[in-house]
């Protein structure tokens, strides 16, 4: 049987591993996954000093080889990722939406995986484009549309960007050490020491909460933005 593609559609190149990387472990065989890195720059990091783009497309190449999936660079006229990293808020909106509409219509997903607004310039760019792109009057119409979290982003106490999940996706202990491990091999520049939210003790103590509203020991919680049956 034909495996169902996922587009997950990431501002950064670790919002996908943060938000969603033990269900990319559980269910990399029974998905085609491709992946869509909207922005990459140069930055000055707190945690680490100066990280190059360069950087951060290596990473996100061993990131995408990990899971055996397909990166999604745009055309030769609309490249990605842009080197606009923490500027999407400067950036065209409407050029915006047509990359994410052109990787919709290059890949034609089943489904649509993308992270949820926050208070991050840059991820409420995205999450808008990706609805625009996905309006109904769209070419290519996905049957599922889910939204992330990030938990760096969610103690904001805004309501346009507070997180309600519905779905979640049961982790056992080698799937979140799974992910855990991706994170550190193929994210270098962005783990942190324990205590932060990027550290391994902070992303296992975000699973066991989001298993504790799911009645199991670890989780990933997802939002259902559209899912047609």
């Known amino acids: 049987m034909k495996k169902k593609k996922i587009l997950i559609i990431e501002p ?28 990459a720059s140069d930055l000055n990091m707190h945690h680490v000093g100066h990280v190059s783009r360069q950087q951060r497309l290596d990473e996100y190449k061993a990131y995408v080889e990990h899971f055996n999936g397909f990166w999604y660079k745009g055309n030769s ?24 509409e052109q990787a919709i219509e290059s890949t034609k997903p089943d489904i649509i995986m993308v992270q949820g607004p926050s208070f991050h310039h840059d991820h409420t760019a995205v999450y808008e484009a990706t609805i625009a792109a996905t309006r109904p009057t769209g070419r290519v119409m996905p049957a599922e549309i889910y939204v992330l979290e990030n ?3 969610v103690h904001s106490i805004d309501s346009s960007t507070t997180f309600n999940p519905d779905t979640y996706i049961s982790l056992t202990d080698e ?11 193929c994210f270098p520049s962005q783990i942190r020491e324990n205590e932060n939210y990027l550290s391994d003790d902070g992303l296992r103590s975000w699973a066991r909460y989001r298993g504790i509203e799911a009645r199991t020991k670890y989780a990933e919680a997802i939002h259902t933005y559209l899912r047609v049956i």
């Not at 670790?14 to 029974?30: N, P, R």
């Not at 842009?82 to 047509?98: C, G």
Request: proline share 5%.
């Open 151 to 153: 938990p760096t982003y």
């Open 175 to 185: 799937q979140l050490e799974s992910k855990l491990r991706c994170f550190r091999e």
């Open 77 to 100: 006229d609309n490249e990605l990722p842009l080197d606009q990293e923490a500027n999407l808020d400067l950036f065209p909106k409407k050029t915006l939406v047509k990359h994410v």
């Open 12 to 39: 950064h190149s670790d919002d996908g591993v943060i938000a969603i990387g033990g269900f990319l472990e559980k269910f990399k065989d029974i998905y085609e996954y491709h992946f869509c890195l909207i922005t």
